[in-house]
């Protein structure tokens, strides 16, 4: 529930404001990504581990770097890297990386969290109120912590 009044002219925050929008904006197009990586990664995990060997092996006789042939495939740059180098990977690979990119995504939603709940606070609770940075920073410091001990 917001304090201020719908009409009411904006503060001093506007470019922060607008630099916070714009950095959600954009953590949120690269959990996008990470999430179409995990799909991705879902829909391989019925291939054959020989299949994917296989795959790789391909794209870089094709001249595809490494980092270009893990996000096509949607494999870690560690696993092309050692299939490059003929070693066989494990099986249970795949599984790892998906509960690693399952954490990141995690991680990555609370922070565009607190960015909204910072953009909350100066939009909603602190309306027209002036805030040194100081007392900004600390109040951002705040946030993180609680974020940090609230996700245990």
Do not use: Y
Not at 5 to 32: C, D, F, K, N, V
Not at 113 to 129: A, K, P, S, T, Y
Request: proline share 2%; with cysteine; charged share 30%.
């Amino acid at each position: 529930m917001s304090n201020c009044e719908p009409g009411a002219p904006i503060s001093h925050h506007t470019m922060s404001e607008r630099t916070l929008t714009q950095e959600a904006r954009t953590r949120l197009r690269r959990i996008e990504g990470q999430v179409r990586g995990i799909q991705a990664m879902l829909d391989r995990t019925g291939e054959g581990t020989a299949d994917l060997e296989r795959q790789v092996r391909d794209l870089l006789a094709k001249g595809m770097r490494q980092a270009d042939v893990a996000r096509t495939l949607g494999i870690s740059r560690q696993r092309v890297s050692e299939i490059a180098r003929g070693r066989s990977t494990a099986a249970v690979e795949p599984c790892d990386s998906l509960l690693t990119q399952i954490l990141a995504v995690r991680a990555a939603v609370e922070q565009v969290g607190l960015l909204i709940m910072e953009l909350h606070l100066q939009r909603c609770v602190f309306c027209d109120e002036r805030m040194d940075e100081q007392r900004l920073q600390d109040l951002r410091e705040t946030l993180k912590l609680w974020s940090r001990l609230s996700s245990r």
